[in-house]
């Protein structure tokens, strides 16, 4: 059985309920909390359901310790 997708929408929204700052360079998105920077490329951010990639969730929780289930039972 396959993971639910996670969409740039309800990333977006947990971000900013947990005070992570998002920073725009170009079409580009920077999420940016504790010194740690991660990038989403504008073919993931451009509108709330573009599909987050798995190595972009992958990266997320690397970083900042947030995992998928995290983001969708916010």
Same mark, same amino acid.
């Not at 573009?50 to 990639?53: A, P, T, V």
């Given at each position: 059985m396959s993971q639910p997708a996670v969409k740039w929408g309800r990333l977006l929204r947990f971000l900013n309920r947990h005070n992570f700052q998002i920073n725009t360079d170009g079409? +580009? &998105?920077l999420i940016i909390k504790d010194g740690k920077v991660?990038? %989403?490329g504008? &073919?993931?951010c451009t509108s709330n359901n +573009?599909? *987050?990639?798995p190595a972009h969730l992958s990266a997320i929780k690397r970083k900042f310790g947030?995992?998928?289930e +995290? %983001? *969708?039972?916010d």
């Open positions: 079409g +580009d &998105k991660h990038r %989403i504008h &073919k993931f +573009d599909e *987050l990639s947030v995992t998928r +995290d %983001i *969708l039972n």
